[in-house]
């Protein structure tokens, strides 16, 4: 039984009890129209965030405790190029399995489904394989021109690549399902445990808590979550449309995929070009303390992928029923579903900011400043709603690639422009100006071609 189905069942069984007006309240939520299941799925996703956030904050706080600025933001930066080379190698099929597994069981084409879970899982790992072993041999043949601090944690941190691919494409084909906890429990909750649970077991045995060592435990944590996660996924299908043959349009999901590749590409360079370009131009120390600001006011962003994973399988499913009218509701109650817990999420992070920085350290303070524009680039994003996921389920992802290609290289040159002379708040100013343009050009971009409007 689907998460969805045990709220409601429960809903069923114990509103009677309930005060008239608080379940006439409640009511809209737990009911079996659209928006209600949106909502919910959106409020599990979003409380997945927040408990992983919470798992994530305390062990990059332990982290840095234990580690201290220097060798944290050594392993801050490794990690930062697992996550672009990661989503990289998905190939797109990690947004195009969300599209076709919500239209394959829309349409009942159960073996067309059964090809997608099998083809796109073992093409993303075959590439995120080559990858890392490339890289391999890169650091063995050009390791003397990196600076040595960095070279054993980027060797090590490699070895995560293969799972954290093949986790990103299963992350893909649970959301299109709607299977919000198979989708977001391994990767957001236990992988954070696992990597907490390998670095207690370091600290314990008395070794030296280093960036190295930090490295061999997100290996660790990414293995386990990934196997864990692709049981849970056979399992589930195998009880929603059983065993039987598998069909393959590898044609088909390939060329959706690959300008999806694009648009995600663009996606990670915007995420995480401030940290890349912040690295080129002050200590790892710095990073550190820009990386915490960061990792502490993206609890806001965790708001706006709640909502989008939540409804990308709906927007699918409408626009594959030709259902216009419904696929227009979907996207406003997006927006709003993002909007208004962003603003409330940037409120009171903003005002316990500086408490939170300093659990990490009192050096870790100076980065209030960043986490403030930060947390106004997050904001002005949330007006427009998940924009890009809709435009992404409608078959427009090369407009999105096109967007995000300007954004990111609008964002590329703002921070060359503007951390030598600002350090840590250009970064952040760099990255909230573009990520508030990108949205925008979305959401008309949305307008003009769907003639769906976003905008809150």
Not at 130 to 155: E, K, R
Not at 258 to 273: D, I, K, R, V, W
Not at 355 to 376: I, K, N, R
Request: aromatic letters at 12%; one cysteine or more.
């Amino acid at each position: 039984m689907s998460v969805d189905e045990v709220v409601r069942s429960s809903w069923s069984a114990r509103s009677a009890a309930l005060p008239a007006g608080l379940r006439k309240v409640l009511a809209p939520l737990f009911g079996q129209d659209g928006s209600a299941q949106t909502g919910r799925a959106a409020i599990f996703a979003f409380a997945i965030r927040v408990a992983s956030a919470a798992i994530a904050y305390l062990s990059q706080i332990l982290l840095a405790r234990w580690m201290g600025s220097f060798e944290y933001g050594v392993f801050v930066f490794v990690w930062v190029w697992v996550l672009i080379l990661g989503g990289l190698t998905t190939l797109g099929l990690s947004a195009a399995s969300m599209r076709y597994v919500a239209e394959y069981r829309e349409t009942g084409e159960h073996a067309l489904l059964r090809g997608l879970l099998r083809r796109s899982r073992a093409i993303a790992f075959a590439a995120s394989t080559l990858l890392a072993l490339s890289g391999i041999a890169a650091l063995y043949a050009f390791g003397d021109l990196i600076a040595q601090y960095y070279v054993l944690p980027a060797f090590l941190i490699l070895f995560c690549l293969p799972m954290y691919t093949l986790e990103d494409v299963q992350d893909g084909i649970a959301r299109g399902r709607g299977w919000m906890d198979v989708a977001l429990v391994p990767p957001f909750i236990l992988r954070p445990l696992m990597l907490l649970a390998a670095m207690l077991a370091v600290y314990l045995g008395g070794f030296e808590m280093s960036a190295v060592s930090a490295a061999g435990a997100a290996v660790f944590a990414c293995w386990v979550s990934a196997i864990v996660q692709g049981f849970q996924l056979r399992k589930r299908f195998d009880g929603d449309i059983g065993k039987g043959p598998s069909d393959f349009q590898t044609k088909l999901w390939m060329a959706t995929a690959l300008p999806l590749l694009l648009f995600h590409g663009f996606e990670l360079l915007l995420q995480n070009t401030d940290i890349l370009v912040l690295s080129v131009y002050v200590s790892p120390s710095d990073v550190a303390v820009y990386f915490a600001a960061l990792k502490t006011i993206n609890l806001v962003a965790f708001v706006h992928f709640a909502v989008g994973a939540a409804s990308a399988h709906r927007f699918a499913a409408h626009n594959a029923a030709g259902e216009k009218s419904k696929l227009q509701h979907a996207v406003r109650d997006a927006a709003r579903w993002t909007f208004w817990p962003s603003v409330l999420g940037a409120v009171a992070l903003l005002l316990l900011g500086k408490p939170l920085l300093w659990l990490f350290g009192s050096e870790f303070t100076a980065g209030y400043g960043a986490m403030f524009l930060l947390a106004v680039g997050l904001v002005l994003r949330a007006a427009t709603g998940p924009v890009e996921v809709v435009l992404n389920m409608l078959g427009q992802q090369k407009v999105c690639a096109a967007i995000l290609f300007a954004t990111a290289g609008l964002n590329l040159a703002l921070n060359f422009a503007l951390i030598p002379f600002y350090g840590l708040m250009g970064a952040a100013a760099a990255t909230a100006i573009s990520m508030a343009l990108g949205a925008l050009s979305m959401s008309l971009a949305a307008y003009r071609r769907l003639r769906l409007r976003s905008f809150i």
